[in-house]
Each structure stands twice: as structure tokens, then as C-alpha cells.
């Protein structure tokens, strides 16, 4: 099975488990599609009207467009809670305000799991939390191991579970004992394998780069001492997607190179592949707001790796007796993988 095959086929909501989960800053759903794909149930919270719209064009669950808050109530009981709460306030790619930015979603994810109590929980972030804001990171870890949580974190990196881009990101998972990480692939999947039937073929001159755009691109690469040009190779995986590189014609845009030697920035649905988005999910809005909703999202495909994880926890190593026996020790790190 291809790639292509692959994220069409594998990732299509299918819900028949009785496992219930609510995602937190869900965005258009690339969390929730990887778990129902893999059976669960899902309920989202999401701010963002038209990502709240794309994740209910194209999932079994219902998407509530409503800002979260550490007041937010639940009056349901779910099995897993999971999110992405914002990251902007920790990325490089930011102002790095961190627990100051009022975009900052921990209090909000913390409220809904001392309410709700799940059997497990997850949240993902960027890298900037393991540095320089570390010791938030430590904070909220250690407020949630208070509720009983035996808690782990690692960097994974997308690449290594099927998705065709370099992209590391936190994923930091609270449990009650024996919860096992998914294991890496061993295939590393390529922009041709993705995207290589669309690039010669998607006829959008307005994403053409113009001389003065080379021009721009050239002095851009130049200054941030890029020794080899910042187009997308076709024999390697991608590097990350950000809302910027792939909304705006800017320096460091994700672009591909034509075979006639002109430049053309990425389309919607490349970007989507990259992101591991199946072809039959359709985003909602303007073009720059689906390219945000798409530059935001956890891709699918490693969702759906860690969804099938939690999925094993729950039907065999749930053992909630198990996290008396390990309180007093340490939350367990473990950076790359």
C-alpha cells in the first residue's frame, strides 16, 4: 500500500468503539480523525469558527465553537481527553510571552482534566517547551501528576510514523500505568510519494513565483546563510509547515520546482498531503484560513499511531491499582524517538 493509499484508506472515522474522547483546541480535527479513525468516539471544543466547520464536515463527532476557559464545564464523563492547547505562546516562531500570553490554553486544559478525571490524557506542543520554557512545562506537569497521573513526555517526530515531514512536537501523556509509546517506522515517506502527481499538474499561476519573488528568495537565502535553495526536494520528506511558510509568499515559503524551471508555492491540497490529510477531507474558509487550520493540525497519520497506543491501554493494560506503586517516582522523560 503507497502512501496515497495509505492516508485514504486508513484514515476514514469509523467510531464504533465505546471509548470516549473530548479534544480540546481541536482546530479543523487532525487529532480527532486519527482516534476516530482508529474506532473512538470523539466530542471537540474549538474557537476558530471555520475550523470548527471543517472538523464537522468531516468527522463522526460534534465540534463546539466555543472559546475555553479555566470556568468551561463539562457535563459529560470521557474516557480521554486530548488537545493542542495554542502554541503560539511558547514557539520560536512567536513572541515567547509563555505563561503571560493570554493565547495560553494550559489553565483551560488543566481545569477540564481535574473535572472530568480521564482513565488517560494527552496534549502536544511545540519543542520551544522542553527549552526555554521548560520550567512551565515542569509546572504543569507537576499540577496534573497531583491528580494522580503517572505522567511521560517525548519529542516525536512526524516523520517517523509514516508522514511525510519533519516535524517534532511534544507529546506529553498522563496515565494510570503501562502505557506504551508507538514505535517508530521504519520507512521514512518522501514529497514525490505525496505530492509528485500534483505538481506538474495543478495549473495556479497565481502562486508562481515572479522574478522579483526569486529575486526576494535569493537575498532571503543568502542572508540566513541557506547553502542549498529552500524548494522542496522530491527524494526526502518535507521540512515543517507553519501557517506562515505556507499562507504567505514569504522567504521561507514552502514552494516546488517546476519542471520548466519556474517556482509555484504549494496548494491547498499539497500542503494537506504533507500534513497527511486524506484527499476526500475538505477544509472550509478562505484559502489562508484553511492553510492555517491545515499548518496548526497534528497530522492524522501520527495521531492515528498514537490513538491505536491508547487504544491498547485501554483494553489491556488499564490497571489503575498500578500508580500507587509508582507516586513517588519521577515523571519519566525520554527527548527523541
Not at 263 to 271: D, F, H, M, T, V
Request: proline residues 5%; charged residues 25%.
Amino acid at each position: 500500500m503507497n502512501y496515497l493509499e495509505r492516508i485514504n484508506e486508513l484514515l476514514k472515522p469509523v467510531s464504533d468503539l465505546e471509548f470516549t474522547v473530548l479534544d480540546l483546541f481541536a482546530g479543523c480535527g487532525g487529532l480527532s480523525l486519527g482516534f476516530e479513525s482508529v474506532g473512538f468516539q470523539t466530542v471537540g471544543y474549538e474557537m476558530d469558527i471555520k475550523a470548527t466547520e471543517t472538523y464537522n464536515r468531516n468527522l463522526k463527532g460534534k465540534c463546539f465553537a466555543e472559546k475555553l476557559t479555566e470556568q468551561t464545564t463539562y457535563k459529560d464523563f470521557f474516557d480521554v481527553v486530548i488537545g493542542g492547547p495554542p502554541c503560539q505562546p511558547f514557539s520560536v516562531g512567536g513572541h515567547q510571552k509563555g505563561i503571560d500570553d493570554e493565547r495560553n490554553g494550559f489553565p483551560s486544559f488543566i481545569n477540564a482534566i481535574k473535572q472530568i478525571k480521564p482513565k488517560i490524557w494527552l496534549f502536544e506542543n511545540v519543542r520551544g517547551m522542553l527549552y526555554s520554557n521548560k520550567w512551565y512545562l515542569d509546572e504543569v506537569i507537576e499540577t496534573l501528576q497531583n491528580e494522580g497521573y503517572f505522567i511521560e513526555y517525548k519529542l516525536l517526530n512526524a516523520v517517523n510514523y509514516g508522514v511525510p515531514q519533519n516535524r517534532e512536537r511534544v507529546f506529553v501523556i498522563g496515565h494510570k500505568g503501562k502505557f506504551d509509546f508507538p514505535k517508530p517506522e521504519n520507512k521514512k515517506i518522501t514529497v514525490v510519494e505525496a505530492i509528485g502527481d500534483l505538481i506538474e499538474t495543478i495549473q495556479d499561476e497565481g502562486k508562481i513565483l515572479t522574478a522579483s519573488m526569486d529575486r526576494y528568495v535569493a537575498n532571503y537565502e543568502k542572508a540566513s546563510s541557506c547553502i542549498n535553495p529552500r524548494d522542496l526536494h522530491l527524494h526526502k520528506p518535507a521540512r515543517t509547515l507553519t501557517c506562515r511558510n505556507i499562507a504567505a509568499p514569504t522567504g521561507d515559503m514552502q514552494r516546488v520546482k517546476l519542471k520548466d524551471g519556474r517556482r509555484r508555492r504549494i496548494s491547498i491540497r499539497e500542503a494537506a498531503r504533507l500534513q497527511s490529510f486524506p484527499d476526500w477531507f475538505e477544509f472550509i474558509g478562505t484559502e489562508t484560513q484553511q492553510y492555517y487550520q491545515i499548518g496548526n493540525a497534528v497530522p492524522p497519520l501520527l495521531a492515528w499511531h498514537i490513538a491505536n497506543s491508547i487504544k491498547n491501554y485501554l483494553f489491556n493494560d488499564f490497571e489503575p491499582q498500578e500508580f500507587v506503586k509508582k507516586q513517588s517516582q519521577p515523571y519519566q522523560i525520554s527527548l527523541f524517538q
